[in-house]
Antibody
């Protein structure tokens, strides 16, 4: 059974960089049918797609976050990572990593449990 | 950028009754539409993809329909475990974007 687990600091100061890692177990991150994505959810609000990465490093980002986001992949460790720069309180959210099934229809079929990141001094 | 609009924002339905949730895209997304269920404190769960195909393990009381810009999620006979927030999500192939709707909260009447 595929599992994804987010990890990283739960508290980040304003103007600093948020960094999270998603470790994939029970399957290979190099599966060519899948991208790997990050989605966030501010407290009490809806879901916002951040971006995706393929195992070869190909990325797609949300236009609204593109200037501040970098997603990278480490195939030897079977994990991928998110960096979000210049954070403000508006970036406080639960961050989810997820597998994007991308062969044919595109949908997020496996999700991590989510990790809350608070931006505060 | 494609905008997804869900209606209503909240819906109160009695157990055993039918619930109909709507999702509208600001431009055609063909059938590139998925539905998710989210319960408090949990990650979203995939229900429907390709607008009408149930994901593995999803009960038959969940059904999706529509194409282009208008989509519907129907839950035929609500069970207690179905009360949750439901999100639609579109996929646009170029540039690749995966926009979510703002959600519909399904509450017990």
């Amino acid at each position: 059974q595929l599992q994804l687990q987010e990890s990283g600091p739960g508290l980040v100061k304003p103007s600093e960089t948020l960094s999270l890692t998603c470790t994939v177990s029970g399957g290979s991150i190099t599966n060519s049918d899948n991208y790997w994505g990050w989605i966030r959810q501010p407290p009490g609000k809806g879901l916002e797609w951040i971006g995706n990465i393929f195992y070869n490093g190909s990325t797609y980002y949300s236009p609204s976050l593109k200037s501040r986001v970098t997603i990278s992949v480490n195939t030897s460790k079977n994990h991928f990572s998110l960096r979000l720069t210049s954070v403000t309180a508006a970036d406080t959210a639960v961050f989810y990593c997820a597998r994007l099934h991308s062969s044919g229809w595109a949908y997020f079929d496996y999700w991590g449990q989510g990790t809350l990141v608070t931006v505060s001094s | 950028e494609i905008v997804m609009t869900q209606s209503p924002a909240s819906l109160s339905v009695s157990p055993g009754e039918r619930a109909t949730l709507s999702c509208r895209a600001s431009q055609s997304v063909s059938s590139n539409l998925a539905w998710y269920q989210q319960k408090p404190g949990q990650a979203p769960r995939l229900l429907i993809y390709g607008a009408s195909t149930r994901a593995t393990g999803i009960p038959a009381r969940f059904s999706g329909s529509g194409s282009g810009t208008e989509f519907t999620l129907t839950i035929s006979s609500l069970q207690s475990e179905d009360f949750a927030v439901y999100y639609c999500q579109q996929y646009h192939n170029w540039p690749p974007t995966y926009t979510f709707g703002q959600g519909t909260k399904l509450e017990i009447k």
